[in-house]
């Protein structure tokens, strides 16, 4: 590797206004870098242990899914070979006659009114 593509040691320098004026200061700010750093570690530490956790409630809730997937198939096989229940009963209907009902009805109601009216003749007689 030839000398020019190398890194000069003067990139490494810290600039003079961001040096530690002493090794207190020094010592300072390496512990508050630590105290960071322990802090971001229990951070990341608590995400993977929900992540985990979250993890694990996915698995169950999937195995649940399939259990209640597999319910619903059976029942639905045993409704399908179920045999029919008995129809139930139908109330008479209250609805208006169909037109060609009213029209035997007319005819039995004129029907019924000439014989009543004969029936009273006779007794008259």
Do not use: K, Y
């Amino acid at each position: 590797m030839a000398a020019e593509a190398r890194d000069s040691t003067e990139e490494w320098l810290i600039p003079a206004a961001a040096r530690a004026q002493s090794f207190s200061q020094l010592e300072a700010r390496i512990e508050a870098a630590m105290t960071r750093a322990q802090s971001a570690e229990s951070a990341v530490s608590e995400v993977g242990a929900a992540a985990i956790e979250a993890a694990e409630q996915a698995r169950q809730a999937a195995e649940l899914a399939a259990r209640a997937a597999a319910s619903a198939q059976d029942a639905a096989e045993r409704a399908a070979s179920a045999p029919a229940p008995p129809p139930e009963p139908v109330a008479p209907s209250l609805e208006p006659a169909a037109p060609q009902q009213e029209e035997w009805l007319v005819s039995f109601t004129h029907r019924a009114e000439a014989l009543s009216e004969r029936l009273v003749r006779l007794q008259g007689v």
